[in-house]
């Protein structure tokens, strides 16, 4: 996968150290990929019987097709006669070592009861009593042997056998789940693809293109003179990086361990950690920030979608609940979440604050100290209260809500009025949207903050208090962490970094492994997630036949809001536009055959996806990295039905031609013209329903981008896992300053919510250590 940009360079180099120490040449060395670096020797460790399956079922997921096959209109834009089109057609899902990467990712990426099911489905399908099995009559022939494998079988039969597992239920239900993720897989892969000229050759025909133009020219990268990248320095080079910093460091070379010595210490660089960092700094202490990401900016970002995702997301963005139902989107990157988010900057609604102070004894969000920090953030911020131009899906959610009679608000953003880039989910190159990294982080480092890139956190470290008196039995005395180091190097070292005071900002789905690790036992740690489940719905609006201009990744991702109130006057659904590139399109989008799904793929640039987002009473579990588990409340689905069929109605009233869910059947309706009996019709089977692991005949994909509640606050040790401040119930100088603080979901985009809170906690650690401080003093 490409690495964007100067963190490219550094892997390069990296790459000619480790060369340099095995005595590789030019002519020994593996061949370059397209992106410049050296192409790893897979380390899937599948079979070559077992990789033969996985290019059949990628094969027909991406079959070649003839045009004959084809509806003549289906080709949107593209001129039917052209080159392209002809080798969109023709081409499969087993050209250009597909097969290899997407085997890759699932040994990488997947749980291990997942790599385990892969292992075993892929082998049972290279014999033919597994076959069998699994496909059933569509594995046997007239000649000897009379059964085939599933590699064996002609790519129609291979079809139909995949057609069948989207509506396994029963003990074969386990098919559904290894269909969901190998189409997923499959088909990011293929269309995140790109060549020697960093383009998909598919892109020109289904309408996308990467954006050349930048804005302005690049500026200084402003948090390079804190940054200190640990994976790409070795022991020498990282003890006189620490050192020029103005960290007090010691090197154990008999333990790999690097001892720093500091006031704070923040784990997690997103909008919690970075604003904890900015106003610890900023009152004179001396503050390191661990990120187990990298730091990019500028002329870093490729805006590809694969490499970006797969560098700047958790888990490469293919994290999932355990049963699958729901895909989890959560920065791992310098800036977190707000360096890959879509800009929207709402504030914490009204009703919302006041159950908070209300009904969970939050005195802290009924204070003005909440809604002044509100305003601080903001202001940093720089949010705008609208744009000057919305893209295309913005403009069908106006328009279908003004057609129907439904309020739409404008979105404050947290970039100019004339921002107009889609391609904010990965990052900003110009720096025209103030992220974390822009912003909070970029006044801690010109306050000495130190950040330390490429670091994962352990646990964090206790000692026993001797004081006496108080509930706390122990005081944190800093954090043990691990350097990322490349995935070939054999090194392993650590870093202790001992501090007065400890912050744990990962975010709600890090934070509470981290603690749990560490040997915390507060029952609430990792319990009460709130994920705001999405589900979407699309609409076709061909250009030949729409009054709306441009295409469906252009312009500000979420400019326009619909919400759905509850009794309390709190958005109990949100409807907004979501951003989606060729690849996230073509793995989300209902797979019935091949021919289907490339028709749909041709209709990618005007194909609208707007987004029902539920405030959600039911919630989940995250007590260790990358297990998620969730159960949904009875009031979530019915509320996402009702969003959900909110949203096909703007859509018919905005004038799309075709109307869908993201249903397996691949649930659709012809809509230009259709009558209101027809469409309430239609609207009536538009539920919402389990997902893949769900034991009915069909499933939906449901999608996260915001966690909150996972290690909330609380009144008391009972109600939460931290104190109204953020501070440990169990470890003195521990805080959480993160969204998992946040005692519910919020209902919308959580950004300025997160922020807000952690401004008000960050006050009480300076409060806290100024304390010390003078009862040292006395």
């Known amino acids: ?58 094969a027909t997921f991406i079959r070649p097709v003839s045009m004959s096959e084809t509806s003549p209109h289906v080709a949107g834009e593209a001129d039917p006669a052209s080159k392209h089109l002809r080798e969109f057609y023709e081409a499969s899902g087993s050209d250009n070592g597909v097969p290899e990467e997407v085997a890759e990712i699932m040994v990488r990426r997947l749980p291990k009861e997942g790599v385990v099911l892969m292992w075993w489905l892929l082998w049972a399908l290279s014999t033919k009593v597994g076959t069998l099995v699994l496909c059933g009559r569509e594995s046997l022939s007239w000649r000897f042997p009379f059964v085939r494998s599933f590699p064996d079988m002609p790519v129609e039969a291979r079809e139909r056998v995949l057609q069948r597992w989207t509506k396994v239920h029963g003990p074969f239900f386990f098919l559904r789940m290894a269909f969901g993720t190998l ?97 610890l700094a900023k009152s004179g202490y001396k503050v390191v920030v661990m990120e187990k990401g990298g730091y990019f900016w500028g002329d870093d970002y490729s805006l590809l979608e694969g490499p970006s995702m797969e560098e700047m997301y958790q888990n490469g963005a293919k994290l999932a609940t355990l049963d699958s139902k729901i895909m989890i989107m959560a920065g791992s990157t310098v800036g977190g979440g707000s360096a890959i988010n879509w800009s929207a900057s709402i504030k914490t609604p009204e009703p919302v604050r006041r159950e908070w102070a209300n009904d969970h004894g939050l005195a802290l969000f009924g204070r003005q100290e909440y809604q002044e920090a509100m305003d601080v953030v903001w202001r940093r911020l720089g949010v705008v209260d609208k744009c000057l131009e919305e893209g295309l899906q913005n403009k069908v959610l106006r328009a279908g809500c003004e057609s129907l009679g439904l309020d739409c608000e404008s979105v404050p953003t947290n970039s100019s009025e004339a921002h107009y880039c889609g391609q904010c989910s990965y990052g900003c190159p110009t720096g025209d949207k103030k992220g974390a990294d822009s912003t909070w982080l970029v006044d801690a480092v010109n306050c000495g903050a130190v950040i330390l890139t490429r670091l994962k956190a352990e646990k964090f470290v206790f000692e026993e208090r001797n004081e006496d008196g108080g509930s706390k039995k122990k005081r944190c005395v800093g954090v043990l962490a691990r350097v990322c180091e490349p995935r070939n190097s054999n090194s392993t070292r650590r870093v202790l970094i001992r501090a007065k005071l400890s912050v744990s900002a990962g975010g709600a789905l890090l934070t509470p492994p981290l603690l749990i690790s560490s040997g915390l036992k507060n029952p609430n740690i990792g319990r009460h997630l709130h994920l705001h ?60 055959s091949a021919v289907d799904m490339k028709e749909k793929i041709l209709r990618y640039s005007r194909t609208v996806h ?138 919308v985009n959580p950004m300025i919510t997160i922020q807000s809170a952690a401004y008000c906690v960050s006050n009480r650690m300076i409060e806290y250590l100024n304390s010390k401080s003078e009862s040292r003093a006395a």
């Open 183 to 279: 189409k997923i897989f499959c088909f990011h892969t293929f269309y995140s693809q790109v060549d020697e000229d960093v383009k998909n050759r598919f892109w020109t025909t289904v309408g996308y293109d990467v954006p050349q133009d930048r804005g302005e020219a690049t500026r200084e990268r402003p948090l390079d003179k804190g940054v200190v990248d640990t994976s790409a320095k070795d022991g020498s080079s990282l003890l006189k990086s620490l050192s020029n910093h103005g960290l007090r460091v010691a090197e154990d070379h008999r333990r790999n361990l690097y001892t720093i010595e500091c006031d704070a210490v923040v784990v997690g660089s997103g909008c919690g950690g970075s604003i904890a960092a900015a106003l």
């Open 610 to 747: 707007l987004f029902a987002l539920a405030r959600d009473v039911g919630s989940g579990e995250v007590k260790e990295e990358d297990r998620v588990t969730y159960k949904f409340h009875q009031v979530d689905k019915e509320n996402l039905t009702d969003g959900l069929r909110t949203v096909l109605r703007i859509m018919v009233a905005a004038g799309a031609s075709e109307v869908g869910t993201l249903q397996s059947d691949g649930q659709r309706l012809k809509a230009k013209g259709i009558k209101k009996e027809d469409l309430d019709e239609f609207l009536d089977v538009v539920v919402a329903r389990g997902g893949m692991a769900s034991r009915s005949e069909l499933w939906t994909m449901y999608c996260s981008a915001h966690q909150m509640g996972s290690c909330r606050m609380g009144v008391n040790e009972e109600e939460g896992a931290v104190d109204e401040n953020g501070h440990s119930w169990e470890a003195d100088g521990l805080f959480v300053c993160d969204g998992s603080l946040l005692p519910t979901a919020v209902g």
């Open 1 to 58: 996968c490409r690495i964007p940009g100067k963190e490219r360079e550094r892997e390069r180099e990296r790459e000619r150290r480790r060369d340099g120490q095995r005595g590789e040449t030019d002519e020994t060395r593996s061949p370059p990929t397209a992106f410049g670096g050296k192409k790893e020797k897979y380390s899937h460790g599948y079979s070559a019987s077992q990789m033969k399956s996985l290019s059949a079922i990628c």
């Open 533 to 592: 489940p999405v589900l979407l719905a699309w609409g076709y609006f061909p250009e030949s036949d729409s009054s709306f201009k441009g295409k469906s990744f252009e312009g500000g991702i979420i400019t326009s809001i619909h919400k759905l109130l509850s009794e309390q006057k709190s958005p109990k659904i949100i409807i907004e536009a979501a951003a989606l590139g060729p690849a996230t399109y073509a793995a989300l989008t209902p797979w019935v």
